[in-house]
């Protein structure tokens, strides 16, 4: 569950990125949030696990009330699959880096072992595990960033862009793989045709400020709406291409 | 920038030489690692004025890309690329050490010329097993290995991620390099009045995906370097291996073998 009360964020340069932002996203629920370039997207995720500090309001990851002292529990039970795997996949083959969080975890070797087996088999991605991150394609990549997150086996998941520089088949993987995750998750896109299909309910962000908070079907088929918040309709409702 | 493509070529090349499956490479990468480092030890600590005495050391680099199925001749070339600066390393020699040190067909020999033919075929040598090393073994395999032999756990971190890391700084060279070409299409490659806007950029670029790496290291639980990753033990194969390459190794090292075979043919003559 996640539960955000006037959040605000001010950039170092006083430009305010988030501005009494409000919501909850109950558990189990796939959430939406769309907006513009600029919107305020991006930062809400990372302001929801303390990589941008908020300077004002209140936010619940997980049943865990973000503040310093409880980032490192709040990251345990959050995971954040950041816009660019290239980001994310940082160690020299996919099994370590999907080993990486457990092993911080303080996790023993044998139950690492078993832990990254079973998210490597969760995903279908077995045999990239002896596989150099770089060398991964970028469906694949996309893949095994969210493995990385997965095997902290954290309670709410936060996705930057999921389907940012895929391929029509690539997307379409990660598109079914979202549908069939048994997580809560908020998830940060551009890709309106992929919101419909996956998210329930979409939160719409516009110059930092929540615009609307609903029904993905009702909030991604309104025209109006959309236009003002700097966006179209989904592809496959009839907006341009 | 098309050296930087063969740059980017050449390192997936020796990526892709690791992943074969040749006796060689299925031997125990702390086996490989050990009889590497004996290796060039061996030869660094022959005497400076004695470069015949690396002439049995050759054995390893051709038996070993053999037994591989390693390409030689690409070794060869690239190994090639520490000369210049072995090459000016050793050039001092020639100048300050003139005094005739042996004679070589009634020819004298200066000092200088046999210690500067001797830092040139050491770090040729030291530089093409090292290469044999990393195209017979993975990466990840060679961490671990330096973890279990108590490198620091930060420093194996630095080396992995430097490693991970220079492939997608050279693919934003690359591709900035090809924006840069486009626009400019009568320049041969980067004006030098441009480069140190270039040189900035990619530096400014590095700098943000270091920060995002930080924060995805964070975000999965970071708080400073992990041991970790997964131990097998040698088995008897890779001890034999071991031993048996250490044992050549020191008997190179110790024994004249130039001098041996030389005193033998003397002999026999």
Redesign the interface.
């Known amino acids: 569950m996640i539960e955000v009360k006037g959040l605000y964020v001010t950039y170092p340069d006083g430009t305010r990125a988030l501005e009494g932002v409000t919501f909850l996203v109950e558990e189990g629920e796939r959430v939406a949030l769309i907006g513009a370039n600029g919107a305020g997207k991006s930062t809400l995720l990372?302001a929801l696990?303390g990589?941008c500090e908020a300077s004002a309001g209140s936010a619940r990851v997980a049943g865990i009330e973000l503040s310093k002292k409880n980032l490192?529990a709040l990251?345990?039970h959050a995971?954040?699959v950041?816009q660019?795997p290239?980001?994310?996949l940082?160690?020299?083959?996919v099994?370590?880096d999907v080993?990486?969080?457990p092993?911080?975890?303080g996790m023993r070797?044998e139950d690492?072992?078993t832990r990254v087996q079973s998210v490597l088999a969760e995903l279908g991605i077995e045999k990239l595990q002896?596989r150099?991150?770089?060398?991964l394609s970028g469906g694949e990549k996309r893949v095994a960033a969210i493995a990385?997150?997965l095997s902290?086996r954290p309670s709410v998941v936060l996705f930057d862009e999921p389907t940012s520089f895929l391929d029509p088949r690539a997307r379409r993987q990660v598109a079914n793989l979202l549908k069939r995750l048994p997580y809560t998750m908020l998830i940060a896109t551009h890709d309106l045709d992929m919101a419909l299909e996956v998210c329930g309910r979409a939160i719409v962000l516009q110059h930092g400020r929540m615009l609307a908070d609903g029904p993905a079907k009702d909030i991604l088929t309104d025209a109006e709406l959309m236009d003002g918040a700097g966006l179209e309709l989904p592809l496959g409702l009839g907006g341009r291409a | 920038m098309s050296r930087l493509s063969d740059a980017m070529a050449d390192l997936y090349a020796v990526e892709q030489l690791a992943e074969k499956d040749t006796p060689v490479h299925r031997m125990h990468p702390l086996a490989k690692l050990l009889t590497a480092l004996a290796f060039v030890v061996a030869v660094v600590s022959c005497g400076r004025y004695q470069p015949l005495r690396l002439a049995p050391f050759t054995f390893y680099p051709v038996l070993l890309s053999a037994m591989a199925d390693l390409p030689f001749g690409r070794l060869l070339r690239r190994a090639a690329l520490a000369l210049p600066f072995a090459v000016v390393a050793g050039a001092s020699n020639l100048f300050f050490d003139t005094a005739p040190a042996a004679h070589l067909w009634g020819v004298p020999v200066s000092g200088g010329t046999l210690a500067f033919a001797s830092v040139v075929l050491k770090a040729y040598l030291s530089v093409l097993a090292l290469l044999i090393l990393t195209a017979t073994t993975r990466l990840a395999d060679l961490s671990a290995q330096l973890v279990r032999l108590k490198v620091p756990p930060v420093m194996v971190t630095v080396l992995t991620m430097t490693y991970r890391y220079l492939s997608t700084l050279m693919e934003e060279a690359s591709s900035m390099s090809a924006a840069y070409a486009l626009r400019s299409p009568y320049a041969k490659g980067v004006k030098l009045a441009h480069m140190g806007q270039f040189a900035g950029q990619l530096l400014i670029r590095s700098a943000d995906r270091a920060e995002r790496v930080y924060a995805a290291m964070k975000l999965r639980g970071y708080a400073g370097p992990v041991p970790g990753g997964r131990g097998v033990p040698m088995g008897r194969k890779d001890w034999v291996y071991l031993i048996g390459v250490l044992a050549a190794v020191a008997a190179a090292r110790l024994v004249d073998v130039p001098s041996a075979v030389g005193g033998l043919l003397g002999g026999m003559a």
Do not use: I, K
């Open positions: 990372m696990v990589v490192p990251r345990a995971g954040v950041l660019n290239d980001d994310q940082f160690c020299a083959t099994y370590d080993a990486f969080g092993r911080n975890l070797e690492v072992q002896s150099m991150p770089h060398r990385t997150v902290m």
